[in-house]
C-alpha cells in the first residue's frame, strides 16, 4: 500500500473538506487504490473498499489505532484499542470475493457505496428494505418472512464479511455490553485531517521564518522540516 507524500495529503484533504462521508470514502478509496478505475468505485462491495481503507490507513499512519465510542446505555466514553492486521486478517484477496449469492430464492449481489448514498435519507427501517431491493439481482424481497430476512442477512455478511466490522465492549460505568461498528473511511479521515492541520502549521512556521513556499517547505522531508523547526523554536 503507498504512503502519502505530505503535498498529496494536503489535496486529498483539500478536496475531501466539503464532500459528503461516502463521497469522501470513495475519494479516499480512489487515493488508496489508484489501479482501481475511478468510475467504478462507488459500485465496488462495500469490504473492497474499507479493506483499501484499512490498508492505507495502515501505510501511513500505523497498525495501531487508538480509538472511542460512547455507550449507548449510559453514554460513558469506552476507551479501546485495535489492530489493523488482525481487522484485515480475514479480507480475502480482490481475485477470490463473490460477487452474489443465491438465497431464499434471492439472487443477491454486495452492497455497495451507491446502494447506500440512495438510502442515506431514509429511515432504518425503510433504508434496509430499499437496500435489500437494490441489492437483488432476481426475486421478490418484498415476500421475505422473518426467517427468511433472517437468512439473507447472514448470507449478505457472508459475501462480504469486511463490509460490516463490529465488535463488542463492556462498559466500565455501567456494565452492560454494547456493539461498536468500525467506520474506517472516518477513522482514516480523522487521520488524515489531523495530519493535514499539522503540516499546515509547519508550513506557516516555516514560512514566516524562511520565505519559503509552500511547495518548497511539502518537498523537505518529515525530518527536515522537523530540525528547521527545532532551530526556529530555538531561535525564538
Given at each position: 500500500?503507498?504512503?502519502?507524500?505530505?503535498?498529496?495529503?494536503?489535496?486529498?484533504?483539500?478536496?475531501?473538506?466539503?464532500?459528503?462521508a461516502l463521497d469522501r470514502a470513495a475519494l479516499?478509496?480512489?487515493?488508496?487504490?489508484?489501479?482501481?478505475?475511478?468510475?467504478?468505485?462507488?459500485?465496488?462491495?462495500?469490504?473492497?473498499?474499507?479493506?483499501?481503507?484499512?490498508?492505507?490507513?495502515?501505510?501511513n499512519f500505523g497498525m495501531h489505532v487508538d480509538?472511542?465510542?460512547?455507550?449507548?446505555?449510559?453514554?460513558?466514553?469506552?476507551?479501546?484499542?485495535?489492530?489493523?492486521?488482525?481487522?484485515?486478517?480475514?479480507?480475502?484477496?480482490?481475485?477470490?470475493?463473490?460477487?452474489?449469492?443465491?438465497?431464499?430464492?434471492?439472487?443477491?449481489?454486495?452492497?455497495?457505496?451507491?446502494?447506500?448514498?440512495?438510502?442515506?435519507?431514509?429511515?432504518?427501517?425503510?433504508?434496509?428494505?430499499?437496500?435489500?431491493?437494490?441489492?437483488?439481482?432476481?426475486?421478490?424481497?418484498?415476500?421475505?418472512?422473518?426467517?427468511?430476512?433472517?437468512?439473507?442477512?447472514?448470507?449478505?455478511?457472508?459475501?462480504?464479511?469486511?463490509?460490516?466490522?463490529?465488535?463488542?465492549?463492556?462498559?466500565?460505568?455501567?456494565?452492560?455490553?454494547?456493539t461498536v461498528q468500525l467506520d474506517a473511511a472516518?477513522?482514516?479521515?480523522?487521520?488524515?485531517?489531523?495530519?493535514?492541520?499539522?503540516?499546515?502549521?509547519?508550513?506557516?512556521?516555516?514560512?514566516?521564518?524562511?520565505?519559503?513556499?509552500?511547495?518548497?517547505?511539502?518537498?523537505?522531508?518529515?525530518?527536515?522540516?522537523?530540525?528547521?523547526?527545532?532551530?526556529?523554536?530555538?531561535?525564538?
Open positions: 500500500m503507498r504512503v502519502l507524500g505530505a503535498a498529496e495529503l494536503l489535496s486529498l484533504w483539500e478536496r475531501g473538506m466539503p464532500r459528503h479516499l478509496a480512489a487515493a488508496a487504490r489508484p489501479d482501481w478505475p475511478a468510475e467504478s468505485i462507488a459500485d465496488l462491495p462495500l469490504g473492497d473498499i474499507g479493506a483499501s481503507l484499512l490498508r492505507l490507513r495502515a501505510a480509538a472511542h465510542a460512547d455507550c449507548r446505555h449510559c453514554g460513558q466514553r469506552l476507551s479501546f484499542a485495535l489492530d489493523v492486521a488482525e481487522l484485515l486478517a480475514e479480507a480475502p484477496p480482490d481475485d477470490a470475493i463473490e460477487r452474489q449469492t443465491e438465497v431464499a430464492g434471492l439472487c443477491l449481489r454486495a452492497p455497495s457505496l451507491r446502494d447506500l448514498a440512495a438510502v442515506a435519507a431514509l429511515e432504518p427501517a425503510d433504508a434496509a428494505d430499499a437496500l435489500l431491493a437494490r441489492c437483488t439481482l432476481a426475486g421478490r424481497p418484498a415476500m421475505l418472512d422473518d426467517a427468511a430476512r433472517m437468512q439473507v442477512d447472514e448470507a449478505l455478511e457472508a459475501l462480504d464479511p469486511q463490509a460490516d466490522l463490529a465488535f463488542s465492549l463492556n462498559c466500565v460505568a455501567c456494565g452492560r455490553e454494547d472516518a477513522l482514516l479521515w480523522d487521520e488524515i485531517s489531523a495530519r493535514a492541520g499539522a503540516l499546515l502549521q509547519e508550513v506557516h512556521q516555516l514560512a514566516r521564518s524562511y520565505g519559503w513556499s509552500e511547495a518548497q517547505i511539502l518537498a523537505l522531508t518529515a525530518t527536515r522540516r522537523t530540525q528547521y523547526l527545532a532551530l526556529v523554536e530555538s531561535a525564538s
